[in-house]
């Protein structure tokens, strides 16, 4: 219930802080457009390109604008240094043996160029068709001032003027004029032709980038269909097993199978603990029962049997509660990651030392602790310390004696009991591990797969050594520099 209930709530608060981009996913999604990552990529690529492409063609138009409109001004450049031939030929068929000038409001045109030949003395609003002429054309007819360029108006026509002074008729002044619009076509072309380059650019990149991205995303939709798949069939087992690539996909791919393989690990160690956890459960769970069972079916309390069936009860309630605590103690120190800090190794193996000499007088208990320091989860250390000496304590006849050394990072404790027969060697750090000879002692067998547990999560080792003589557990960690 509550799994369905957060990715609900997510939802409602996704829709109400909804970004433009969601909504626009969302749009096409409702047009039928899958927002895939192949579509994604396709329309990054050709939005990317359009840019660019525009740009470019943005600077080449403004170029060609540019190089078209120099182009024009050196035409009415070449158009005005050919004054003396118009004037020559204008006094041979207008103002034959006159020796007159052509009138201002004749230009001739030369080609594309209308040239205007004004005689001197020119003077300021002196009319013109381009409007009466000022202190500046005065000035560059008399060339205290240079030629220039200027675009005006006439006739509702925009016009590009050039004026520079008359060489042949000093104080005079030539004009020449183009309409401004001439190139218009032209310009028009090129920005139509560059615009379409632009389209096709980017439409080509587009159909481009999703050939190539669907290749290159397809282990990725591969990936996706079997993550997937092991979420419909929730079947851990199961693997991409794809080939071996040095690539991020086959990375992820690898990656994804050490995961399901992990997780697989770790579920079946769960369902092994829990069979195992019931099993051993049971066993003083039935003998409570039965005690029980006695006394009902008995004279009760009444019974002469009672307070020995009610002590027994009462030893399989505290096994039952050791057995609780131990599978508690053996999840918490071995699967959560230890909360960890510099720990004083002698001064906590002093207080287990304590404790158990309080709880057990016997055997007796002997130690050298020297002051070390390590980086540890104080709890779990000292859990895994108290039962190794604990069993120490159970394995050592009465008058002989435990011993316990601490030393750069080390914790030993070295019994005089029996020994563990090499049979049992390598099984007594498994859980619920239990030697025939420890038939009959208290405990569940999870002791050592605590400690083992603790060593592993702490970066620690665990070791033994063990002959008829007795045993010696070695709890080692990595010491720290000793801190005044
Ligand atoms: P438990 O003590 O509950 O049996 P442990 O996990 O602590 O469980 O120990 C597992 C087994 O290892 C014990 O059953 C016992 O056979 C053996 N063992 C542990 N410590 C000693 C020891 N100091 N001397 C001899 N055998 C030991």
Known sequence: MGLHELPARQARGGRRTARPAHRARARLRAAGCPVTLRNRVSVAAAAGVLIVVAAVSTALYLFYAASLRSRVDATLVDAAQQAAGIARSLKQSGGRGSGTVPDISTPVTVGSVQVQLIPGPVTPGQPNRFGPLDGHDVAVAGQAQPAYFADEHH??????????????????????????????????????????????????????????????????????????????????????????????????????????????????????????????????????????DLLEDGAGLADPQAPALVRAAREQA?????????????????????????????????????????????????????????????????????????????????????????ENGQVSVTDQGPGIPDTDLPRIFERFYRAPAARGTPGAGLGLAIVGGVARANDGTVTVRTGPGGSTFTLAFPPLPETD
């Open 318 to 406: 505290a096994e039952l509660d050791q057995l609780i605590t131990d599978l508690l103690d053996l999840a918490r120190y071995r699967e959560s990651p230890p909360h960890r800090e510099t720990v004083r190794l002698d001064l906590l193996t002093e207080e287990a030392v304590r404790r158990l000499r309080q709880r057990e007088p016997h055997p007796a208990i002997d130690s050298e602790l020297h002051p070390c320091l390590v980086h540890a989860d104080p709890a779990g250390l000292d859990r895994a310390i108290t039962n190794l000496i604990g069993n120490a304590v159970k394995w050592t006849p009465e008058g002989d004696t435990v011993r316990v050394v601490v």
């Open 155 to 292: 006739d509702g026509q925009q016009f590009r003027v050039y004026t520079v002074a008359w060489a042949d008729n000093p104080g005079g002044l030539v004009r020449t004029s183009r309409p401004a619009n001439a190139d218009d076509g032209a310009l028009r072309d090129a920005a139509l032709l560059l615009a379409g380059l632009t389209v096709a650019a980017a439409c080509l990149t587009y159909g481009a980038a999703r050939l190539t991205a669907g290749r290159i995303l397809r282990p990725i939709g591969e990936l996706t269909e079997a993550a997937e798949h092991v979420t419909k069939t929730r079947d851990l087992t199961s693997r991409l097993g794809f080939p071996q690539a040095n690539d991020e996909v086959g990375r992820l791919a690898s990656s994804f199978d050490t995961m399901l393989a992990a997780l697989h690990e770790s579920l079946t160690a769960q369902r092994q603990l829990t069979a195992d956890a019931s099993h051993e459960l049971r066993t003083p769970l039935t003998s409570l029962t039965t005690n029980l």
